[in-house]
């Protein structure tokens, strides 16, 4: 049964999670964290991936199964429309998810600068790994306006005990001055097909996801300094 969280500052959480790659798996994510927070807390979920809006598309289709609960799903067009929308946002909800463009832009930009934790999603690819040290340059920018900005890196499609996966992660600890979440997703069939269903994992039949998912979130409260209760 969904309960409050430990807020001092009683507003609203931000987690941004973006990724200049399409296809690193930033929907996977954002629809992922924003259904199992919700399960616990008051929710809204911001797609400013237009006009893929795949965040957007699977809260039509929990909405359709009544599946929304504590979770609110809209979009934003431009940077501008996102700030009125988290502002406005901020007063009803215990946290705000926003599923970031996969390009530099003034939206880009704008996630860093509010995010109280932004999630860069990086699979062991090279070309992620160079998409994300584009992007370096523009947290390090973010950085010079917010000085409490906390951006970490997030595997996806993880295999744990690939050489080519220890390798890429000592890379991404050689080259970029980036932290990572010890929290990962493997490379895991359910999390497309609870996707293309409007779920998430917890509520699909791979408990080794749902664990995965449920890591994350335990991981993210920690770093956010927050306290959830839940009731029985």
């Avoid at 927070?37 to 809260?59: F, K, M, N």
């Avoid at 951006?151 to 050689?174: C, F, G, L, P």
Wanted: aromatic share 4%; net charge negative; hydrophobic share 45%.
């Amino acid at each position: 049964m969904p309960t409050s969280t430990t807020n001092s500052e009683n507003e609203a959480k931000i987690i941004g999670i973006i990724q200049l790659k399409g296809g690193a798996g930033r929907s996977t994510i954002a629809t992922n964290l924003s259904a199992a927070l919700s399960q616990r807390a008051t929710v809204a979920l911001i797609d400013c991936d237009l006009p893929q809006g795949t965040s957007a598309s699977w809260g039509i289709l929990r909405d359709e199964n009544n599946h929304l609960g504590n979770l609110s799903v809209t979009t934003a067009l431009d940077h501008q429309a996102l700030i009125k929308k988290v502002q406005a946002l901020s007063r009803t909800h215990d946290f705000i998810i926003i599923d970031g463009p996969p390009r530099i832009a003034e939206m880009t930009r704008a996630i860093l600068v509010m995010s109280n934790l932004c999630l860069l999603p990086l699979g062991t690819s090279a070309a992620e790994v160079w998409a994300l040290s584009d992007l370096f340059a523009t947290i390090t920018e973010a950085k010079q306006k917010n000085i409490h900005i906390d951006a970490r890196v997030i595997w996806n499609r993880y295999r744990k005990q690939t050489r080519s996966a220890r390798e890429m992660i000592d890379a991404v600890h050689d080259e970029l001055d980036l932290p990572q979440l010890q929290s990962y997703l493997g490379f895991r069939v359910a999390y497309s097909d609870v996707l293309a269903r409007g779920l998430w994992v917890g509520e699909w039949h791979d408990p080794i996801a749902k664990k995965e998912i449920n890591a994350l979130v335990t991981e993210l409260l920690t770093v956010l300094g927050i306290n959830m209760v839940t009731e029985s």
